[in-house]
T-cell receptor, first 112, second 114 residues
Framework: GESVGLHLPTLSVQEGDNSIINCAYS??????FIWYKQESGKGPQFIID?????DKRQGQRVTVLLNKTVKHLSLQIAATQPGDSAVYFC???????????FGQGTRLTINP | EAQVTQNPRYLITVTGKKLTVTCSQN?????MSWYRQDPGLGLRQIYY???????DKGDVPEGYKVSRKEKRNFPLILESPSPNQTSLYFC?????????????FGQGTRLTVV
């Protein structure tokens, strides 16, 4: 996942705009990646996943892009809405250890 | 409704007083795990369980115990809590530990140890 830091990265966008949240992962052997959304006072919620043999996957208003060359993952949210305000985590799955490792998260704020 | 239920949601306790945070899932999932979430550190896995009576250490197991006597329950036990265990705790379950299995998280337990 992302390198550990003391401050949560933040991103502010206007309602209706598109947003892109980035994540750098650490293990080139990771073969599965997931994006989670965590709203205030709630547990993380699955948004979308992608396997390492893909470079793009689309869901409803969300697209995940995977660039294995530079070990970079991004989540694009189209036409953002107030309900998209949350902390977004990327997670990489280690097949050998059979576990998920989470990044530190990015706080997305949607401005009206 | 499919869910993971943690109790309590909030807990303030004193150093050294044993406590248990319960976790229950109603989805017949095999895999369950506990995470702690701290500012700037994301979610770190404490313990996990592949199935009944099968538990193993995660990345930060020190000071914690777990048990998995039944499939639906996976309590987290702090035998002698210390202030550095003040954190937000999440229980999660999934059908298995493999890829493409969505993890469902509980609402979280905010623990303060004074």
């Amino acid at each position: 996942g992302e390198s550990v830091g003391l401050h949560l990265p933040t991103l502010s966008v206007q309602e209706g705009d598109n947003s892109i949240i980035n994540c750098a992962y650490s293990n080139s052997a990771s073969d599965y990646f997931i994006w989670y959304k965590q709203e205030s006072g709630k547990g993380p919620q699955f948004i979308i996943d992608i396997r390492s043999n893909m470079d793009k996957r689309q869901g409803q208003r969300v697209t995940v892009l995977l660039n294995k060359t530079v070990k970079h993952l991004s989540l694009q949210i189209a036409a953002t809405q107030p309900g998209d305000s949350a902390v977004y985590f990327c997670a990489e799955y280690f097949q050998g250890a059979q576990k998920l490792v989470f990044g530190q998260g990015t706080r997305l704020t949607i401005n009206p | 409704e499919a869910q993971v239920t943690q109790n309590p949601r909030y807990l303030i306790t004193v150093t050294g007083k044993k406590l248990t945070v319960t976790c229950s899932q109603n989805m017949n999932h095999e895999y369950m795990s506990w995470y702690r979430q701290d500012p700037g550190l994301g979610l770190r896995q404490i313990y996990y369980s592949m199935n009944v009576e099968v538990t193993d250490k995660g990345d930060v197991p020190e000071g914690y115990k777990v048990s998995r006597k039944e499939k639906r329950n996976f309590p987290l036990i702090l035998e002698s809590p210390s202030p550095n265990q003040t954190s937000l705790y999440f229980c999660a379950s999934s059908l298995s530990s493999g890829m493409n299995t969505e993890a469902f998280f509980g609402q979280g337990t905010r623990l303060t140890v004074v």
